[in-house]
């Protein structure tokens, strides 16, 4: 496989440092603020984002499964879990989330945070694939709008390898 960069590591760690300053502006009134993993891709901008935000603040996760055709959604079928003791009540969430594409996998993140009653949530995505996007879900912060190109590195996959990058590549033929 040839692979080639698409945003490289200073360029990563930039952006998201600049996130974790404008979260820690917008939140700064916030006495119960709460960043959602979700599992698995996010994890290094998770806890890299964590570390850039100078506001105390709670962890918390999610699991998010979606019924692929191969590696395009067919029918927008997700599947959430969420950790039994979670507790989101009257919490301000940010959910951080890898990619988004078609936007189901957030759509229903949301949808099942929000059932557990939080005072607001926000999404906090750091690859952004709009011209894929098939259901509107409000992005709070982007670090980066990319093309529909299939990416991997830094947490994100390509048949479960290659998390490990310290950067985001796609591959070239
Ligand atoms: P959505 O539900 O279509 O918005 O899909 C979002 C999920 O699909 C992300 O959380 C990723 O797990 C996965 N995904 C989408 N695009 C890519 C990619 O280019 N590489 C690896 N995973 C991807
Ligand atoms: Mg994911």
């Known amino acids: 496989m040839v692979m080639q960069t698409l945003i490289a590591e200073d360029v990563l760690q930039k952006r998201v440092a600049e996130l974790g300053a404008q979260i820690s502006q917008e939140y700064h009134d916030s006495d119960n603020l709460v960043l959602v993993c979700i599992l698995t891709g996010a994890i290094?901008?998770?806890?890299?984002?964590?570390?850039?935000?100078?506001?105390?603040h709670r962890f918390g996760y999610a699991e998010a499964s979606s019924y692929h055709d191969g590696?395009?959604?067919?029918?927008?079928?997700v599947d959430v879990r969420i950790p039994p003791r979670l507790d989101l009540k009257?919490?301000?969430v940010i959910v951080v989330e890898d990619?988004?594409?078609?936007?189901?996998?957030?759509?229903?993140?949301v949808e099942v945070?929000?059932?557990?009653?939080?005072?607001?949530?926000a999404i906090c995505a750091l690859l952004d694939k709009r011209e894929r996007r098939v259901v509107?879900?409000?992005?709070?912060?982007?670090?980066?709008?990319?093309?529909?190109?299939?990416?991997?590195g830094y947490g994100v996959d390509m048949d479960?390898?290659?998390?490990?990058?310290?950067?985001?590549?796609?591959?070239t033929h």
């Open 44 to 56: 290094f901008f998770f806890t890299d984002l964590s570390r850039s935000i100078t506001l105390p």
């Open 71 to 77: 590696l395009r959604l067919s029918d927008g079928e």
């Open 90 to 92: 009257g919490a301000d």
């Open 99 to 109: 990619i988004i594409d078609t936007g189901y996998t957030l759509e229903k993140v």
């Open 113 to 121: 945070l929000k059932a557990q009653c939080p005072k607001s949530v």
């Open 136 to 152: 509107d879900v409000p992005v709070d912060y982007i670090g980066f709008e990319i093309p529909d190109h299939f990416v991997f």
């Open 160 to 171: 479960d390898s290659y998390r490990h990058l310290r950067y985001i590549a796609h591959e």
